[in-house]
T-cell receptor
Framework: AQKVTQAQTEISVVEKEDVTLDCVYE???????LFWYKQPPSGELVFLIR??????QNEISGRYSWNFQKSTSSFNFTITASQVVDSAVYFC???????????FGKGTRLHILP | EAQVTQNPRYLITVTGKKLTVTCSQNMNHEYMSWYRQDPGLGLRQIYYSMNVEVTDKGDVPEGYKVSRKEKRNFPLILESPSPNQTSLYFCASSLVREQEETQYFGPGTRLLVL
């Protein structure tokens, strides 16, 4: 069965702290894609990153970084030097290559306190 | 400007009254998809489409229909809405099988079925 688990329902950190959002996935497929999305309080969904299963390189984009480890089936997201504008719900998601159906985790609500 | 548009943004209707939520993208994307978002359940995929005249069920297709007669449009049809379809709906589009594709989301449609 395919599944995405975001064990952290809600996290609060003080501004400028680093924070890591966990994502653990389950799939038997060898080819799949992993995603992170951001949903700020305004409600829109913003695509952050896509990573395919053959590319385990870590990704850095400004203050955002992603750590993909197939050995632990994890695709964790770290925000460095967090800012209040990072407050949002963050979703991790999985697409299996064979059917392109997407499965989302239930999201982690992140509060950055000033 | 690259965008996905949804209409209406807000809708209140009554049980059994057929409705259609439109979704349109201007990026010539092959892949389009519908999601619903509910508290505690996160995002769930309803239907997706890989191209014109090609549609597939997501995780929660019951009670919904879609069509893809043109590449740019992917309407979501509720033939006989019920209160359990009260939700926030998102449409999205992306290129297919591109290495670093971005998925674009519409602004969301908030539906209340009485």
């Amino acid at each position: 069965a395919q599944k995405v688990t975001q064990a952290q329902t809600e996290i609060s950190v003080v501004e400028k702290e680093d924070v890591t959002l966990d994502c653990v996935y389950e799939t038997r497929d060898t080819t799949y894609y992993l995603f992170w999305y951001k949903q700020p309080p305004s409600g829109e969904l913003v695509f952050l990153i896509r990573r395919n299963s053959f590319d385990e390189q870590n990704e850095i984009s400004g203050r955002y970084s992603w750590n993909f480890q197939k050995s632990t089936s994890s695709f964790n997201f770290t925000i460095t030097a967090s800012q209040v504008v990072d407050s949002a719900v963050y979703f991790c998601a999985l697409i299996m290559n064979r059917d392109d159906k997407i499965i989302f985790g239930k999201g982690t609500r992140l509060h950055i306190l000033p | 400007e690259a965008q996905v548009t949804q209409n209406p943004r807000y809708l209140i209707t009554v049980t059994g009254k057929k409705l259609t939520v439109t979704c349109s993208q201007n990026m010539n994307h092959e892949y389009m998809s519908w999601y619903r978002q509910d508290p505690g359940l996160g995002l769930r995929q309803i239907y997706y489409s890989m191209n014109v005249e090609v549609t597939d069920k997501g995780d929660v297709p019951e009670g919904y229909k879609v069509s893809r007669k043109e590449k740019r449009n992917f309407p979501l049809i509720l033939e006989s809405p019920s209160p359990n379809q009260t939700s926030l709906y998102f449409c999205a589009s992306s290129l297919v099988r591109e290495q670093e594709e971005t998925q674009y989301f519409g602004p969301g449609t908030r539906l209340l079925v009485l």
